[in-house]
């Protein structure tokens, strides 16, 4: 196939497609939990009840990564991303007209299915249609979308759900999933097939011989390193406000802005870092580097003697650091990624961001229930100083080969 080069508006139009399918994903993360407050007393259940419904959908999106990127790998990113985009809208809009807190519990497993799509989808996409000279910053726009999903989703559901109802609510965003799918079907002409992107076509290789490759050091490092940043960065995300009132008797306004900071830390970090990926080749420096200094802050923050006023900056500094890290471990990952394996390998490799995410509630809540707030940054800094030595294997790890059977 003759792949037309590469030029600064067709990568440019790439990273936005898949920006804003990679926004639209994170925006189904926050749909339903936003409207938790409604459906709480619309159903007469616990919030346990409606926990179970996150759980479930990060659940299903763990297990179905990897086997969505086997099917990205057949069947091409393009097909699979457009089902899960169909998948996420369809379960939207089916929730809408659930008739009970039970109706929810298959329809969020079918959400979580049609999540699983994303990341083998988007990198597979990013990795064969991108130069290489700018794909560090196609990465940074990837991460960046993401926060923005998250960000929208509460506003849009809110304000639907206020105005005409939490069904509406959901069925509107239902729309918006069948809408980004239809965006992302008229511009799938500017897409380079990763399965035949730099090489002849890429025969399947066969299940035993895909498995032995996904159980290579340098991958199970990769998904150490996905699970242990997860844990560490949805745990600050969520229990950072209640650690913070605890550990300093802060105003709960002062604990929210602290967070908003660690947010918009994260999100600066991740653009700074898509420009230093693309300036540098010891990406293994950057991304063990962030996670140290983001580990340096939440243990100084432990320590519980910082005046209030200080809380801010530092998690402005934590996310900052962390959020460098994004773009510089896409491309360890991509460099460990033989040709035509995208799929399988960053579906696999991201669904330690799923098993990071699905137990930090458990840990972290536990840390808390026990009157110990200092240890979840404590905790934090823990798992964040373990990424590093998963990022060894990353460097030291040979060229990988085409694909082959």
């Given at each position: 196939?003759?792949?037309?080069?590469?030029?600064?508006?067709?990568?440019?139009?790439?990273?936005?497609?898949?920006?804003?399918?990679h926004?639209?994903?994170?925006?189904?993360?926050?749909?339903?939990?936003?409207?938790?407050?409604?459906?709480?007393?619309?159903?007469?259940v616990?919030?346990?009840?409606?926990?179970?419904?996150?759980?479930l959908?990060?659940?299903?999106?763990?297990?179905?990564?990897?086997?969505?990127?086997?099917?990205?790998?057949?069947?091409?990113?393009?097909?699979?991303?457009?089902?899960?985009l169909?998948?996420?809208?369809?379960?939207?809009?089916?929730?809408?007209?659930?008739?009970s807190?039970?109706?929810?519990?298959?329809?969020?497993?079918?959400?979580?299915?049609?999540?699983?799509v994303?990341?083998?989808?988007?990198?597979?996409?990013?990795?064969?249609?991108?130069?290489?000279?700018?794909?560090?910053?196609?990465?940074?726009?990837?991460?960046i979308?993401?926060?923005?999903?998250?960000?929208?989703?509460?506003?849009?559901?809110?304000?639907?759900?206020?105005?005409?109802?939490?069904?509406?609510?959901?069925?509107?965003?239902?729309?918006?999933?069948?809408?980004?799918?239809?965006?992302?079907?008229?511009?799938?002409?500017?897409?380079?097939?990763?399965?035949?992107?730099?090489?002849?076509?890429?025969?399947?290789?066969?299940?035993?011989r895909?498995?032995?490759?996904?159980?290579?050091?340098?991958?199970?490092?990769?998904?150490?390193?996905?699970?242990?940043?997860?844990?560490?960065?949805i745990?600050?995300?969520?229990?950072?406000?209640?650690?913070?009132?605890?550990?300093?008797?802060?105003?709960?306004?002062?604990?929210?802005?602290?967070?908003?900071?660690?947010?918009?830390?994260?999100?600066?970090?991740?653009?700074?870092?898509?420009?230093l990926?693309?300036?540098?080749?010891?990406?293994?420096?950057?991304?063990?580097?962030?996670?140290?200094?983001s580990?340096?802050?939440?243990?100084?923050?432990?320590?519980?003697?910082?005046?209030g006023?200080?809380?801010?900056?530092?998690a402005?500094?934590?996310?900052?650091?962390?959020?460098?890290?994004?773009?510089?471990?896409?491309?360890?990952?991509?460099?460990?990624?033989?040709?035509?394996?995208?799929?399988k390998?960053?579906?696999?490799?991201?669904?330690?961001?799923?098993?990071?995410?699905?137990?930090?509630?458990?840990?972290?809540?536990w840390?808390?229930?026990?009157?110990?707030?200092?240890?979840?940054?404590?905790?934090?800094?823990?798992?964040?100083l373990?990424?590093?030595?998963?990022?060894?294997?990353?460097?030291?790890?040979?060229?990988?080969?085409?694909?082959?059977?």
């Amino acid at each position: 196939m003759s792949v037309e080069p590469s030029t600064l508006g067709r990568d440019a139009r790439v990273i936005g497609v898949v920006g804003t399918a990679h926004l639209t994903s994170h925006f189904f993360h926050m749909a339903l939990p936003a409207l938790f407050p409604i459906l709480k007393e619309a159903f007469g259940v616990p919030y346990i009840a409606l926990g179970l419904l996150v759980s479930l959908f990060y659940a299903a999106s763990g297990v179905g990564q990897t086997a969505a990127g086997f099917l990205v790998d057949r069947l091409g990113a393009p097909r699979v991303l457009l089902a899960g985009l169909a998948l996420l809208g369809g379960a939207a809009v089916l929730a809408g007209f659930a008739p009970s807190y039970a109706a929810f519990l298959p329809l969020a497993v079918l959400a979580g299915l049609g999540n699983s799509v994303f990341h083998p989808c988007d990198y597979s996409i990013l990795n064969a249609s991108v130069s290489r000279g700018r794909l560090g910053r196609g990465y940074g726009v990837h991460g960046i979308s993401g926060n923005l999903g998250w960000a929208l989703a509460p506003v849009f559901m809110v304000g639907i759900a206020s105005a005409l109802g939490w069904r509406a609510a959901l069925v509107a965003a239902g729309c918006l999933g069948f809408a980004v799918a239809l965006f992302v079907a008229s511009q799938r002409g500017a897409f380079v097939d990763h399965r035949t992107a730099g090489a002849a076509r890429i025969a399947p290789a066969g299940l035993a011989r895909d498995a032995r490759l996904l159980l290579t050091a340098p991958l199970l490092a990769a998904f150490a390193y996905f699970a242990l940043a997860a844990t560490s960065q949805i745990g600050l995300q969520t229990f950072m406000t209640a650690a913070l009132i605890a550990l300093y008797q802060t105003p709960l306004g002062t604990a929210t802005a602290a967070l908003t900071a660690f947010l918009v830390g994260s999100s600066a970090g991740i653009f700074t870092g898509g420009f230093l990926a693309d300036r540098t080749a010891r990406h293994d420096l950057v991304a063990g580097g962030g996670m140290l200094g983001s580990a340096v802050v939440m243990l100084t923050v432990a320590s519980g003697a910082l005046p209030g006023a200080g809380l801010g900056p530092l998690a402005l500094l934590a996310g900052f650091c962390m959020g460098v890290t994004s773009p510089a471990r896409d491309l360890l990952v991509r460099a460990v990624t033989p040709a035509g394996a995208s799929g399988k390998v960053f579906g696999f490799v991201y669904s330690g961001l799923d098993l990071g995410s699905s137990t930090t509630p458990l840990l972290f809540g536990w840390i808390l229930d026990r009157g110990r707030p200092g240890l979840v940054f404590v905790a934090a800094a823990g798992l964040m100083l373990a990424t590093i030595a998963t990022v060894v294997p990353l460097r030291r790890a040979p060229e990988p080969a085409v694909a082959r059977p």
